[in-house]
């Protein structure tokens, strides 16, 4: 409990679920929205693409992917491949922006981060995601 803590906090402590199911109280960098009148939207995507994915790929899925969320693009794609890990592909949007991770080793995996200040269909994104990639597995997570 940190001083600034409202007093109701203080007499009565928030109790959030933990890990095995009970409950447990609030610590002080729990998640809070600490700017609810600020539009955030989070979007993790990750599959199992059918083909390795490369530099090109990368850069038109990012260029499309802009488009079907209805996202502002202010610069084209940039990819870098590193010989440990595989690519990565940034685009900005004038909303925020998206990343993109995909690995050939261990195996074939492709992980998609997307952070707007603007609302957008996660429906759309994941199955643009699906489809582009041609992945028969994909999960999501909003937040």
């Known amino acids: 409990m940190t001083p600034s803590s ?20 609030a610590g002080p960098y ?16 990750e599959g199992i ?21 209805d996202m502002v693009q202010l610069i084209e794609p940039v990819t870098h491949r590193s010989d440990l890990y595989g690519w990565a592909g940034w685009i900005h949007w004038e909303t925020s922006g998206a990343h ?26 994941v199955s643009f995601t699906r489809a582009f990639l041609d992945a028969d597995t994909v999960v999501a997570k909003s937040f």
């Open 6 to 25: 409202p007093a109701s906090e203080r007499l009565h402590p928030r109790r959030l679920e933990g890990p095995d199911g009970g409950s447990r109280a």
């Open 30 to 45: 729990d998640w809070r929205d600490l700017a609810p009148e600020i539009v955030r939207q989070r979007l993790v995507i």
């Open 49 to 69: 693409p059918a083909r390795p994915v490369g530099a090109t790929e990368i850069r038109a899925y990012l260029s499309a992917l802009s488009r079907e969320v």
């Open 100 to 125: 993109f991770y995909a690995w050939e080793r261990p195996q074939l995996f492709f992980s998609v981060d997307m952070y707007t200040c603007k609302a957008f269909d996660v429906d759309t994104a």
